[in-house]
């Protein structure tokens, strides 16, 4: 197993003790983006649009400004500072010491204290979706500067297609003669994302040269921006479910607490690197499909060494499917060799691999149920195996290359169902059909007797008035009362010793069960994610109904 992968994430436990150790320069430093948002805001609603535009573009460039310091530091004192073969415990803290210390001395020196730029997650979340363009473009809109004003409105409904008020704007810029379509640019656009999607653009154009040259500058910003993404997984992390130095007393177990959560964060960079802004879902076999349009476009123009490469690197992600091997089958007879796959795709899957097997003991040592993301799923690739790249969003029939034949389109992928239900004992109720909708499913024995027993004594406990999460008392009917507990508090009254911590854990692991058996039952292509999951008991009030007093518990699980 690659030995850097523990040490380079769990440097970051030592980075909080030495934080404040250092001194820094006195000199100007860089001011923080929530400043300069907090001073934006204010102008605005002051009207003073000049100023908008001053602090707003302030705080955007502090923003960046700050996230590539961190990535450069990081990434500049772990080079500096390696672990070598002597590994043992004093060389290890000796190496990580050094680290944070040189790590915390390379950022302040560009921004200062670095306890003035913690931000609250509410302006790190506006931040994350791009609330300051906005602000920006009703500022420049005022102002009369219609081509930036176009830009901040198309950068800003990227990540919030669900804005009416924004989708209208848009609209109405397009429909300005001042206005030029090349106005409308993704001031966040990544780069990956961006030579990914023109080179998709030139091969539905029959441009293959032009595609291959920004396919493989898409990879090249592909990796690049996985180093970053890992960089950023260092510093701290938040332990949103558990308090881990009130309940932790061990070294190595909070050592392996704070480790876990990292390279949890570090794996799934998989999932945000292929995630646009404003979706939840990725785009579907995101990495891959840069060398199956690869190998196609250098068949195109008769490379086919290079095309045999990206057959066989693609082969990586998805071994042994039929359409690809048919492909390799063809350049290796027409080469007269048996080619290899490329080398970075090779190392970045077994390092992956090798981040699974420490995150599944990890997840253990925790006790809790780990499940890995379905991160390299090829829509169409259950039911048609025949299939050639076309689009980011379609598919089209896909014909072994040795049969040089031509390609149609067929109906895009549809959620279907009918998959297997994962458990022996869980029985299938109703479907779809029975239920008078789609996607819809009713399944019994998810829980067995004992845990449902275990569920009801714990809901006694930890179930507040409402819903849980502070709604109304009886959200559904002033018949009943209505008691919910969330997760959160679940498990928080577990590490309290209030209840059984296995109790709490059931309650968590149940909801994935839930969650897994769905997707798995959807024939889903992609990670289903939570939406919010909590546990219900209703109880009827006496003199509201004709029946006798009742009580019942279900946990409620929404999805999307």
């Known amino acids: ?52 535009v001053r602090y707003m573009e302030a705080a955007l460039r502090s923003h960046a400004e700050l996230r590539h310091t961190r990535v450069r530091c990081r990434l500049r004192c772990q080079d500096q500072h390696q672990f070598d073969e002597t ?31 913690k931000v609250s997650e509410d302006v790190a ?26 830009a901040a409105a198309h950068t800003f409904f990227l990540a919030n297609p669900e804005h009416v008020e924004m989708g209208q704007n848009l609209e109405q810029y397009k429909n300005q003669q001042d206005v030029d379509e090349n106005y409308f640019v993704d001031q966040e656009a990544r780069p990956h994302q961006r030579s990914f999607a023109e080179a998709v653009r030139l091969y539905d154009t029959g441009d293959y040269l032009g595609a291959i040259t920004l396919f493989e500058e898409a990879l090249v910003e592909y990796y690049k921006a996985d180093v970053d ?41 998989v999932r945000d690197l292929a995630t646009r802004p404003g979706r939840l879902s990725t785009m579907e076999n995101y990495l891959p499909l840069h060398y199956d349009y690869l190998q196609f476009a250098y068949f195109q123009l008769d490379m086919l060494e290079e095309a045999l490469e990206c057959a066989l690197t693609y082969l990586l992600f998805h071994e042994a499917e039929e359409f690809m091997m048919d492909n390799v089958d063809y350049y290796r007879e027409m080469l007269g060799y048996n080619g290899k796959p490329r080398e970075k795709a090779a190392w970045y899957l077994r390092r992956h691999k090798q981040e699974l097997e420490l995150l599944l003991i990890g997840s253990e040592t925790m006790g809790v149920e780990f499940t890995e993301g379905n991160y ?58 029975a239920l008078n909708g789609t996607q819809r499913v009713l399944l019994d024995q998810v829980i067995s007797e004992d845990e449902c027993t275990e569920l009801r004594h714990l809901a006694h406990v930890v179930t507040m008035g409402g819903d849980g999460y502070r709604g109304r008392m009886s959200p559904h009917t002033p018949n009943e009362k209505f008691e919910g507990a969330t997760v959160l508090k679940t498990l928080q009254y577990g590490y309290e010793g209030r209840v059984p911590m296995r109790s709490a854990q059931l309650f968590y692991q149940v909801s994935e069960r839930a969650r897994r058996i769905v997707e798995s039952y959807f024939l889903l292509n992609s990670t289903l994610h939570f939406s919010y999951t909590h546990l219900v008991c209703r109880t009827a009030i006496t003199g509201h109904t004709h029946t006798h007093t009742f009580m019942w518990c279900f946990s409620v699980i929404q999805f999307c």
Not at 90 to 104: E, H, P, Y
């Open 1 to 52: 197993m690659d030995g850097n992968i523990w040490p380079t994430a769990v440097l970051s436990v030592v980075l909080l003790l030495t934080a404040d150790l250092l001194p820094y320069s006195a000199a100007a430093f860089q001011e923080p983006y929530d400043l300069l948002y907090n001073n934006a805001v204010q102008a605005f609603y002051s009207g003073d649009d000049t100023n908008v």
């Open 87 to 117: 590994f043992s415990d004093l060389r290890f803290f000796d190496v990580v010491l050094r680290r944070a210390a040189c790590m915390n001395q390379c950022i302040e020196e560009k921004v200062g204290s670095q306890s003035v730029h």
């Open 125 to 150: 979340q506006d931040f994350k979706r791009r609330i300051p363009y906005n602000y920006l473009q009703m500022a420049y809109q005022k102002l009369k500067l219609p081509e930036k004003a176009a």
């Open 229 to 269: 993404c890992r960089a950023l997984c260092q510093g701290p992390q938040k332990f949103e479910d558990q308090d881990h130095l009130r309940y932790r007393y061990s070294l190595h177990e909070v050592i392996s607490d704070h480790f876990t959560q990292v390279l949890h964060c570090e794996h799934e960079c």
């Open 376 to 433: 390299w799923s090829s829509t169409g690739g259950r039911n048609n195996t025949n299939r050639i790249p076309s689009s980011t969003d379609g598919w089209m029939e896909y014909v072994p290359i040795s049969d040089k034949r031509d390609v149609s389109v067929v109906v895009p992928h549809k959620v279907s169902e009918g998959g297997s239900l994962l458990y022996d004992r869980v029985q299938l109720v109703q479907n779809s059909a």
